[in-house]
């Protein structure tokens, strides 16, 4: 007779079956479940009306991640032709018409079925702080014009407004620190250098400033838990653009019809008209008394001489507090990296001078020798290069190092701790990305709770504590198994 498989009984059949298809059953769910879906994004829209030109930015976040986790990142940016919104005091509504190309752009690249839930923010900085204090009406028309062209587009339109300078420099400081990863994972934070064409910002946190000493330069926080008392300061009229016309005033205060000027290159004149040099709030009470009309502006190419003229509009004579950066403003012991954007990282980008491992003696020298490089020779050496950015340079290029080296007291030890940068991870550094996240409420006060598993981590387990119980309950039916293995006896 033929012996029996001990195997082939109806309830290990049944078993094993059920036991296999229990299996497949969970690995196809556990496969499906962790199959990358097809991503969905929300966006929001940030202008940055500046005091030299207006910039569209895009940024875009995971739409199921809107709940802090998901990281949030540039996808577009868009620079409006012409200059900043405040240079449209005598024709506002060419303001508004001005970013309509961008605006335009803008619709193009978030999707339609977004358009309504978008949010549209512009923030405007020094230029439009030096109009508002010098003519509000003139600056409340801009405003309007700007807020009905901005209108007019699908998106979700949260308002136009100026920011202080606290918030102008806190923003750039959460935008370098969140791009950098470093809140959420509470490391060391990096101090933030802004240099603009009206204004300039330094914020960081330094363990010798609480808050307590000038509560005005402290800005508090809590992100992700931790708390950080910031100190930020900006200094209106110590952008580029002013900085230079404080200069030049500095250079023409007895009203002369020619300047020799050290910042400018030898070979360099052009004709100047006092009027426009002094049609500033940063220097319109220095004019002259009875100018000529213009004045001829020669360069001589000195460093040293120019960063003799740069030092003179800062004053450094009276500092109420235990220690001051200039104009009596109190600054903290600086502390940890910093990271310098905006005009910091053109001028220097230009100068190929943004490797702060170069000592500073030889960016000294470096700079010494472009200053004195004859106008003619650099025109040709740069001939796409605007030639009033291209005239500028060695201004520019003095300012920075004048302002980090003697102002903020930068010295050979700390002055590596500077990195020049543009953008981290494909997104501008500047204080949009910070207005946004703030706004929009994107970065908790707390660190979010999160399951202690991965889900994929979950779903292995899940399966692997079925195997074991499917195991454990084929062995639990042992007592059966000598029933089946015993031989059939032939009596
Ligand atoms: N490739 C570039 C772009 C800009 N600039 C100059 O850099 C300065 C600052 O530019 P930006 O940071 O854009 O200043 P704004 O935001 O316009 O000014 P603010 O922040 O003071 O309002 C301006 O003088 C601009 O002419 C430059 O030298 N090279
Ligand atoms: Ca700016």
């Given amino acids: 007779m033929k012996e029996k498989n001990p195997w082939h009984t109806p309830v290990t059949i049944i078993i094993t079956v059920i036991g296999v298809i229990a299996i497949v059953a969970l690995v196809t769910v556990a496969v499906l479940q962790n199959r990358p879906l097809p991503q969905k994004y929300k966006y929001g829209i940030v202008l940055d009306a500046g005091s030299s030109h207006t910039a569209l930015y895009?940024?875009?976040?995971?739409?199921?991640?809107?709940?802090?986790?998901?990281?949030?990142?540039?996808?577009?940016?868009?620079?409006?032709?012409?200059?900043?919104?405040?240079?449209?005091?005598?024709?506002?509504l060419k303001a508004g018409e001005s970013l309509s190309v961008c605006m335009q752009e803008a619709k193009q690249r978030v999707p339609g079925r977004r358009h309504s839930q978008t949010p549209l923010y512009l923030g405007a900085t020094a230029g439009m702080r030096l109009l508002n204090s010098e003519n509000s009406s003139a600056s409340d028309k801009v405003f309007q014009a700007v807020e009905e062209a901005l209108q007019k587009f699908p998106f979700s339109f949260q308002g136009a407004r100026i920011l202080s300078g606290q918030e102008e420099g806190a923003f750039g400081w959460i935008t370098v620190n969140y791009l950098d990863d470093r809140l959420k994972q509470g490391l060391e934070t990096k101090g933030a250098l802004d240099l603009g064409g009206a204004s300039t910002q330094i914020s960081f946190v330094s363990d010798n400033y609480d808050g307590s000493e000038s509560p005005d330069n402290a800005v508090t926080f809590r992100l992700y838990g931790n708390d950080y008392n910031l100190y930020t300061h900006s200094f209106l009229c110590y952008g580029k653009d002013q900085a230079l016309r404080m200069t030049l005033a500095q250079q023409t205060q007895s009203g002369p019809g020619t300047i020799n000027d050290p910042c400018f290159h030898p070979g360099y004149t052009e004709s100047r008209n006092y009027s426009v040099l002094y049609d500033s709030p940063c220097v319109s009470d220095r004019k002259p008394q009875g100018p000529p009309a213009n004045f001829t502006h020669i360069g001589t190419g000195d460093f040293q001489q120019c960063q003799e003229v740069v030092k003179r509009i800062f004053n450094s004579t009276h500092c109420k507090?235990?220690?001051?950066?200039?104009?009596?403003?109190?600054?903290?012991?600086?502390?940890?990296?910093?990271?310098?954007?905006?005009?910091?990282?053109?001028?220097?980008?230009?100068?190929?001078?943004?490797?702060?491992?170069?000592?500073?003696?030889?960016?000294?020298?470096?700079?010494?020798?472009?200053?004195a490089t004859p106008w003619n020779q650099l025109k040709q050496q740069h001939p796409k290069v605007k030639l009033k950015y291209l005239s500028e340079y060695c201004f520019s290029g003095t300012y920075i190092l004048t302002l980090l080296t003697e102002v903020y007291n930068f010295t050979s030890e700390n002055y590596p701790n500077i990195k020049f940068i543009r953008e981290i991870k494909g997104s501008d550094a500047g204080w949009t990305l910070g207005y946004m996240l703030n706004l929009t409420n994107m970065i908790p006060a707390e660190a979010p709770d999160s399951p202690p598993l991965p889900h994929a981590g979950y779903v292995s387990i899940v399966t692997v504590i079925a195997i074991l119980l499917l195991v454990l309950f084929i062995l639990s039916l042992r007592p059966l198994w000598p029933l089946c293995s015993k031989r059939p006896q032939i009596v």
Avoid at 60 to 87: F, H, L, M
Avoid at 347 to 368: C, H, Q, W, Y
């Fill in 58 to 92: 895009i940024y875009e976040w995971p739409a199921e991640k809107d709940n802090n986790t998901g990281r949030v990142e540039q996808t577009y940016s868009c620079k409006v032709k012409g200059p900043g919104i405040s240079s449209y005091a005598s024709a506002p």
């Fill in 321 to 371: 507090y235990s220690q001051c950066s200039f104009n009596g403003v109190f600054q903290p012991l600086l502390q940890g990296p910093f990271g310098a954007f905006s005009a910091y990282y053109f001028v220097m980008n230009f100068l190929n001078l943004t490797d702060t491992s170069i000592p500073l003696e030889a960016v000294r020298e470096k700079l010494g020798h472009y200053c």
